[in-house]
């Protein structure tokens, strides 16, 4: 069993910068792809970022140049470093680990960009 749990999520001025953790545990080889996905109320769950167990990264349009994804392979972590927040960047945000065709999901961190 995988098990991920999320955390650095808060609320933010826009314009500010927070950082989301990501720590796997439990069953955590074979790991191909780990990754950050937000869902706003009323809207569908959207892919962030991505990040491969070789280091190859993927962005949505909307945060690329502001979002950075990042993985910690000694600490089985994940983060994302968010900066230059803009209200529309409010959402419940979770971590995501693919591995052998499945997709594990944590629980979510709330980010609220708010003034």
């Known amino acids: 069993q995988l098990q991920l749990v999320e955390s650095g999520g808060g609320l933010v001025q826009p314009g500010g910068s927070l950082r989301l953790s990501c720590a796997a545990s439990?069953?955590?080889?074979?790991?191909?792809?780990m990754g950050w996905y937000r869902q706003a109320p009323g809207n569908q769950r959207e892919l962030v970022a991505a990040?491969?167990?070789?280091?190859?990264?993927n962005y949505a349009d909307s945060v690329k140049g502001r979002f950075t994804i990042s993985r910690d392979n000694a600490k089985n972590t994940v983060y994302l470093q968010m900066n230059s927040l803009k209200p529309e960047d409010t959402a419940v945000y979770y971590c995501?680990?693919?591995?052998?065709?499945?997709?594990?999901w944590g629980k979510g961190t709330l980010v609220t960009v708010s003034s």
């Open positions: 995501n680990a693919h591995k052998r065709m499945l997709d594990y």
């Open positions: 439990g069953s955590i080889f074979s790991i191909s792809a």
């Open positions: 990040i491969t167990n070789i280091g190859s990264t």
